[in-house]
């Protein structure tokens, strides 16, 4: 089991900065890929990045070249660096784990509210 407990989210104004923060615990040694994933009311929740043991990133094509997403694999921890911030990036941002049994574990969101 792996528990995901997220910090960082706040109100900030159009064209700021956020840095999101996610500690793992439990059986981390289990945790192949970390990530964050961001929902509205209403619509499915969507990957924004993710990170591989090894650092290889992966984002969507509305965050890149504005969030950057990083690991600290001794802290068991996964960042998101956020520039730029957007209304649209508005959302409940939800941390992810997937083992490498391919096993899924989610923290309870933190939110991003970025006003215009």
């Known amino acids: 089991q792996v528990q995901l407990v997220e910090s960082g989210g706040a109100l900030v104004q159009a064209g700021g900065s956020l840095r999101l923060s996610c500690a793992a615990s439990?059986?981390?040694?289990?945790?192949?890929?970390m990530g964050w994933y961001r929902q509205v009311p209403g619509k499915q929740r969507e990957l924004v990045a993710t990170?591989?043991?090894?650092?290889?990133?992966n984002y969507a094509e509305s965050v890149t070249g504005r969030f950057t997403a990083s690991r600290d694999n001794a802290k068991s921890t996964v960042y998101l660096q956020m520039n730029n911030l957007k209304p649209e990036d508005t959302a409940v941002y939800f941390c992810?784990?997937?083992?490498?049994?391919?096993?899924?574990?989610w923290g309870q969101g933190t939110r991003v509210t970025v006003s215009s």
């Open positions: 992810y784990a997937r083992a490498f049994s391919h096993f899924d574990s």
């Open positions: 439990g059986n981390v040694f289990s945790i192949d890929l």
């Open positions: 990170v591989t043991r090894a650092g290889t990133t």
